[in-house]
T-cell receptor, first 114, second 116 residues
Framework: EAGVVQSPRYKIIEKKQPVAFWCNPISGHNTLYWYLQNLGQGPELLIRYENEEAVDDSQLPKDRFSAERLKGVDSTLKIQPAELGDSAVYLC????????????FGEGSRLTVL | AQSVTQPDIHITVSEGASLELRCNYSYGATPYLFWYVQSPGQGLQLLLKYFSGDTLVQGIKGFEAEFKRSQSSFNLRKPSVHWSDAAEYFCAVGARAGAGSYQLTFGKGTKLSVIP
């Protein structure tokens, strides 16, 4: 069974440029998460989807961040414009159950903003 | 709101030695507790979880953890560490965030180094 797939693995951009990250969850997993992981820190939730619906986006900085999950499968996280402080790893995870079950994580997308 | 504290930022142990990583949580109800491991450049992998029942839970790779409600702790242990265990370890608590939904909150992690 394929795991959670994220791309790109690495992205280097200049500040004020846009960037997008893509996530393909495990087949059949209805719940999808985007986490932000700063260097030396634990993951912090940005947004959680139940199918197509964003059920928790309270931590998503909506002035520059946006996310979508069309058709309840793949998801895209976008930053526009990027700032220096956005340099981090963006983790996607998915789970089969809606409750506090196991989350399966992708390898992450490491963003460097110059 | 729930929170997780991992007091040790970095721990170094010799290969073959025992290991205990500390985790304390704050949550008003019965928590769902997890330990994840992250190798460099990789995503997080679940080691074990506690939802209810036996307070000593076994996980993969020879790890175990014990839930102690009186101490609000969920420490991770391994009797004999292998060099391949060098990684970052994250404790997490799952708590209700609303009707039918849950939020997973992670600690800041403990980096484990293993001396051959």
């Amino acid at each position: 069974e394929a795991g959670v797939v994220q791309s790109p693995r690495y992205k280097i951009i200049e500040k004020k440029q846009p960037v997008a990250f893509w996530c393909n969850p495990i087949s059949g997993h209805n719940t999808l998460y985007w986490y932000l992981q700063n260097l030396g820190q634990g993951p912090e939730l940005l947004i959680r989807y139940e199918n197509e619906e964003a059920v928790d986006d309270s931590q998503l900085p909506k002035d520059r961040f946006s996310a979508e999950r069309l058709k309840g499968v793949d998801s895209t996280l976008k930053i526009q414009p990027a700032e220096l402080g956005d340099s981090a790893v963006y983790l996607c995870a998915s789970s089969l159950v809606r409750g506090p079950g196991e989350l399966f994580f992708g390898e992450g997308s490491r963003l460097t903003v110059l | 709101a729930q929170s997780v504290t991992q007091p040790d930022i970095h721990i170094t142990v010799s290969e073959g030695a025992s290991l205990e990583l500390r985790c304390n949580y704050s949550y008003g109800a019965t928590p769902y507790l997890f330990w994840y491991v992250q190798s460099p450049g990789q995503g997080l992998q679940l080691l074990l979880k506690y939802f209810s029942g036996d307070t000593l839970v076994q996980g993969i790779k020879g790890f175990e953890a014990e839930f102690k409600r009186s101490q609000s702790s969920f420490n991770l242990r391994k009797p004999s560490v292998h060099w391949s265990d060098a990684a970052e370890y994250f404790c997490a608590v799952g708590a209700r965030a609303g009707a039918g939904s849950y939020q997973l909150t992670f600690g800041k992690g403990t980096k484990l180094s293993v001396i051959p």
